[in-house]
DNA sequence: TGTGCATTGTG
DNA sequence: ACAATGCAC
């Protein structure tokens, strides 16, 4: 056996045996070489958080048991650089192919295009699969063939096309380990071991060192591990707990989930998602069992339950639209797709910034989802949306602060979500959300926590006080307050900003953006400019500093067991690495407490560049001929100039002060990434807009529906 | 089997 | 904020 094919499996979150089709492929095609490559510099500033780490640590543990039980192992490398560890991998075992399942974000799309070229240069057979989506993205189009821009059109084409998504693989029964013909036998062995607990040599549990050694990968610091050790309580992390995890939902809180959709404080969601985002459980595995339930219910008549159906798969549908949109906009992580956003006067607050990760920003509803989301890592979707939606309406702070702090400390973090999220709550997708329409966190209180719960277990310095109040505890009587052992602006906040202060601040700022959006295309329709940058928008990006959080005010314990949680854990841990400490240096030299109305400079002159042919970015995965205007452009993330920060261009991290001392973010991608893939890319259009076209029904302007009534 | 007000949902 | 739906009469 072993002088045949033997291929490399590339794992990446795709952490599971079963149903993931890349192994199956290598299984088939002789013995393989199973490889995980830790390679987080790539990730650029989406270095995984700290709880997001613990989690793969976990998975990739279980992953690698699982996989020893087969016949073979997990080979995982710690690399700066993921195709040059697959080449010396190949070197190493002579393997003939290559295996991954496809990836949807925009770092992921270069990456794996340009692994599938060097391998392929060395003559490696590589294969790629769809193990994370119902359909390719590719797949699914409008009938003119244009990908879809809105969501409910997307899953309207997904739940009606001519195929159903593939059913589910079973998982290998055996694998033929991809070592020398001794190694199998070796492999047989260690697995024999390793079910008889009495007998447990460490050392055999490792692959052969004179073949293809394995790194000990490191996923947590010193400092972290007592704050992870927390997490083991909530959370089981691996292929076989997702699997109980979908058994248990779809037994159990599925039917209920349309009731239970609003309570913000119950076990009633199906927590797939951290499970979902590292691929421990494959969505099309989650279809399959739903739509069994979907059937039964329909058949007995259940209303409830076929609602509930519904809204789960939406819900799936989301996820899957939010890796759609990645991958026909790649920039949609940082860039609005709306244009007219990227004029909005943002707010650049530290202080208000630091209020709201806090959960001190006086609006109880909010601070409690954010101090949850700090204890926990964990938020229910609509306190998602509630703590959002404030940050961008009420706060007017840049999304993209606000999504890297959902993605330093979400357990769930995920790029393509996070960003789908924050666009929709900042209504930057043809079909978000209204932008002027500001959500009171006092009246969404008491849609999802009326009996205020929810509140009071994260806060307890409002504990005592009453349901006709815990939402809105600043119009409380002095007794009342006295009473429950509370001083407003004390033991807590009193609002941070007035609601109604807020709604006027908005409708100057939004109008602010009109102007300077009129101003604009005014001076791209006369030819005197190439079009206006962005300012915090497209505009390279960081994160304001303010990372060593001085203070040591404990935030008021709430009744978990929460006392190991040190302060510093709700801070931002990828912050601190090396990359950007150039920037917090400088920056932090200039941190003050802001003033009220410090807003960002909408920069002039920045450089259009083009967007690449989207074929570029499909690593190869997609066959069809895309030789019409699909081309769309794009700012580039990198070098960025700008009136104020000529100088920048060439630097790859670089900061821009404000004239009120607020920090511009500033992107500052790592070294060779995919930026310089899309420089090299000419096949750009002119000058026309990558922003997507406002969708007709979600603006106020013009009403369609009303026009054509009439008409 | 209409009109008016309340409730609900909005990706 | 608004449209669509649900319910009282």
């Known amino acids: 056996m072993s002088g045949s094919a033997c291929s490399i499996v590339w794992f990446r979150r795709d952490l599971r045996v079963e149903d993931n089709p890349a192994l199956a492929a290598g299984v088939r095609a002789g013995a393989v070489v199973a490889v995980f490559v830790w390679a987080p510099e790539e990730e650029g500033h989406y270095y995984p958080g700290r709880?997001?780490?613990?989690?793969?640590?976990?998975?990739?543990?279980?992953?690698?048991?699982?996989?020893?039980?087969?016949?073979?192992?997990?080979?995982?490398?710690?690399?700066?650089?993921?195709?040059?560890?697959?080449?010396?991998?190949?070197?190493?075992?002579?393997?003939?192919?290559?295996?991954?399942?496809?990836?949807?974000?925009?770092?992921?799309?270069?990456?794996?295009?340009?692994?599938?070229?060097?391998?392929?240069?060395?003559?490696?057979?590589?294969?790629?699969?769809?193990?994370?989506?119902?359909?390719?993205?590719?797949?699914?189009?409008?009938?003119?063939?244009?990908?879809?821009?809105?969501?409910?059109?997307?899953?309207?084409?997904?739940?009606?096309?001519?195929?159903?998504?593939?059913?589910?693989?079973?998982?290998?029964?055996?694998?033929?380990?991809?070592?020398?013909?001794?190694?199998?036998?070796?492999?047989?062995?260690?697995?024999?071991?390793?079910?008889?607990?009495?007998?447990?040599?460490?050392?055999?549990?490792?692959?052969?060192?004179?073949?293809?050694?394995?790194?000990?990968?490191?996923?947590?610091?010193?400092?972290?591990k007592g704050s992870n050790a927390l997490l083991a309580r909530a959370w089981s992390p691996g292929w076989s707990n997702a699997d109980k995890a979908l058994t248990t939902f779809i037994n159990g809180p599925l039917i209920e989930y349309s009731k239970n959709r609003r309570k913000a404080d119950s076990a009633t969601t199906s927590f797939l998602s951290p499970h979902l985002h590292f691929g421990e459980v494959s969505v099309r595995k989650v279809f399959h069992l739903v739509r069994i339930k979907q059937v039964l219910w329909a058949n007995e008549g259940n209303k409830a339950g076929e609602e509930s159906v519904n809204l789960f798969l939406k819900s799936i549908g989301l996820r899957e639209f939010s890796r759609y949109l990645s991958f026909n906009h790649p920039y949609s992580h940082e860039r609005p797709l709306l244009g007219h956003l990227k004029f909005f006067p943002w707010v650049v607050d530290e202080g208000y910034f630091k209020a709201w990760r806090q959960g001190r920003t006086g609006y109880p509803l909010v601070d409690a989802g954010m101090r949850e989301l700090w204890a926990t890592g964990w938020l229910h979707d609509r306190i998602r949306v509630v703590v959002s939606s404030f940050f961008v309406k009420v706060l007017q702070l840049p999304w993209r602060w606000g999504m890297k702090y959902f993605w330093d400390t979400l357990l769930d973090a995920d790029l393509e979500s996070d960003a789908l999220g924050w666009q929709y709550i900042s209504g930057t997708l043809p079909d978000g959300r209204e932008f002027e329409r500001i959500d009171n966190p006092q009246f969404e209180g008491y849609k999802f926590d009326p009996h205020g719960e929810y509140v009071r277990r994260w806060l307890p310095e409002l504990a005592r006080l009453p349901t006709d109040w815990i939402h809105h505890p600043w119009n409380a009587p002095e007794s009342v307050l006295q009473a429950a052992g509370i001083e407003l602006g004390s033991n807590y906040p009193l609002p941070i900003v007035g609601i109604d202060a807020a709604k006027d601040r908005l409708q100057e700022a939004v109008s602010v953006m009109w102007q300077q959006e009129a101003v604009s295309r005014a001076a791209i329709e006369n030819g005197t400019e190439e079009g206006l940058g962005d300012s915090s928008e497209s505009a390279p990006f960081s994160f304001p500093q303010d990372i060593q959080m001085e203070e040591n005010v404990e935030p008021a314990r709430n009744d978990a067991p929460a006392t190991t949680w040190r302060y510093e854990d709700q801070m931002v841990p990828s912050m601190t690495t090396t990359l950007v400490r150039g920037i917090h240096e400088e920056a932090s030299s200039d941190l003050r407490t802001s003033t009220e109305d410090s807003r960002a400079e909408?920069?002039?002159?920045?450089?259009?560049?083009?967007?690449?042919?989207?074929?570029?970015?499909?690593?190869?995965?997609?066959?069809?001929?895309?030789?019409?205007?699909?081309?769309?452009?794009?700012?580039?993330?990198?070098?960025?100039?700008?009136?104020?920060?000529?100088?920048?261009?060439?630097?790859?991290?670089?900061?821009?002060?404000?004239?009120?001392?607020?920090?511009?973010?500033?992107?500052?991608?790592?070294?060779?990434?995919?930026?310089?893939?899309?420089?090299?890319?000419?096949?750009?259009?002119?000058?026309?807009?990558?922003?997507?076209?406002?969708?007709?029904?979600?603006?106020?302007?013009?009403?369609?529906?009303?026009?054509?009534?009439?008409?």
């Open 602 to 711: 909408v920069p002039r002159n920045v450089n259009i560049h083009q967007e690449p042919q989207r074929d570029s970015l499909n690593h190869g995965i997609q066959q069809t001929a895309r030789n019409n205007n699909t081309f769309r452009q794009f700012n580039l993330p990198m070098g960025l100039g700008n009136a104020e920060d000529s100088t920048a261009d060439s630097s790859t991290s670089s900061s821009r002060r404000e004239r009120d001392g607020g920090v511009v973010p500033v992107w500052s991608p790592p070294a060779s990434s995919y930026s310089e893939q899309f420089i090299g890319d000419e096949n750009g259009i002119g000058t026309s807009s990558s922003y997507l076209p406002r969708h007709p029904q979600s603006h106020q302007i013009v009403n369609w529906r009303r026009l054509s009534q009439t008409g």
């Open 51 to 224: 709880v997001s780490r613990w989690w793969l640590k976990h998975s990739l543990a279980h992953l690698g048991s699982s996989l020893r039980s087969l016949g073979t192992c997990l080979i995982t490398k710690r690399s700066s650089d993921s195709v040059s560890s697959l080449l010396e991998i190949v070197k190493s075992t002579g393997a003939t192919q290559l295996f991954f399942n496809h990836l949807y974000d925009p770092i992921s799309l270069v990456r794996d295009h340009r692994a599938k070229e060097v391998l392929t240069a060395h003559g490696v057979a590589v294969r790629s699969f769809n193990a994370d989506l119902l359909y390719e993205p590719w797949d699914v189009n409008d009938a003119q063939g244009r990908p879809f821009t809105t969501f409910s059109a997307f899953w309207e084409r997904c739940l009606s096309m001519p195929y159903d998504p593939e059913a589910p693989l079973l998982p290998p029964k055996r694998i033929i380990s991809g070592w020398f013909s001794l190694n199998s036998v070796l492999h047989l062995l260690i697995s024999i071991i390793n079910h008889c607990p009495s007998l447990n040599f460490v050392g055999l549990q490792q692959c052969d060192a004179t073949t293809c050694h394995s790194d000990e990968l490191v996923f947590e610091d010193e400092s972290e």
